[in-house]
């Protein structure tokens, strides 16, 4: 009776999640570096879903053989996104692979593709909201805006004094990488210095969201999330139909 609960259940909970994942990319489609995710579903028979419990394995529903679907995991695009022109001389994008580092205020290394970057009232080169960005010999201290910033990280002041190199690494392997609620990144595996890059001041690399793509996935996600709601509707009143006639026998 109950298996088409659970089937369809499931549907709903994974397609929420898709429609809450496609609503953030479109969210954070004007956000500098922001990568694009995407949720991966996977299904599987009722039967091996199970929970542990104090005498042993218990099998939940009753449907030998009904299929759940379930969020197996997220998945993010790491295509490139444009490069737009901003005129900001904190502003850096990077043409290339690599992350830029920033040390947060609770000491871990985040990695971004955002390279908007700011001074604080100490004269450190900042990420807003997330800490300060480091170099190749730590946290970057510029003083000033009068910098130029070539295209291998090397940061200079007006009169031609180094002030340190950003510095730009990337994971050997990119599932290695943890997405943060802020959209930033964190690794747990050793990071690789990057020598496949170009810096390129004035200028930000936009999200990689594409409108298109992601308003058409909204469109087919909020329909099967309806279909979902709608289908649970008719296994109800089948159930409530069939559990009167049961008790009228």
């Known amino acids: 009776m109950f298996s088409g609960y659970y089937t369809i259940a499931s549907g709903l909970l994974a397609n929420q999640r898709n429609v809450e994942t496609i609503g953030n990319n479109l969210i954070n ?11 991966v579903n996977s299904a599987f028979e009722q039967e091996l879903m199970t929970r542990r419990d104090s005498s042993g394995n ?27 022109e901003t005129g900001s001389s904190f502003d850096v994008a990077i043409n290339g692979e690599g992350f830029f580092n920033i040390r947060g205020a609770d000491g871990k290394t985040y ?6 970057f700011d001074m604080d009232r100490e004269g450190y080169l900042i ?9 190749k010999s730590g946290e970057i201290l510029v003083r000033t805006s009068d910098i130029t910033i070539k295209e291998d990280g090397t940061i200079m002041n007006s009169a031609g004094n180094v002030l340190g190199q950003l510095h730009i690494t990337a994971p050997e392997d990119y599932s290695t990488l943890e997405r943060t609620e802020n959209g930033l990144f964190i690794s ?11 810096l390129l001041q004035n200028n930000l690399e936009l999200s990689n969201v594409q409108m298109n793509t992601e308003l058409t996935n909204l469109i087919a ?5 309806q ?14 139909k069939a559990a009167t006639q049961i008790a009228a026998i």
């Open 29 to 39: 489609s004007q956000t500098p570096g922001y990568r694009a995710e995407r949720i």
């Open 58 to 84: 218990t099998v939940l529903g009753d449907g030998i053989g009904a299929t759940a679907v379930v969020v197996d995991d997220s998945l993010t695009v790491y295509n490139p996104g444009l490069i737009k």
């Open 111 to 116: 990695l971004t593709r955002s390279g908007e």
């Open 127 to 135: 990420m807003p909201g997330v800490g300060r960005v480091l170099g």
């Open 188 to 198: 747990e595996a050793p990071l690789n210095d990057s020598n496949n890059f170009q």
């Open 221 to 225: 996600a909020q329909r099967a999330l």
């Open 227 to 240: 279909n979902c709601a709608s289908a649970l509707k008719t296994v109800d009143s089948l159930n409530r």
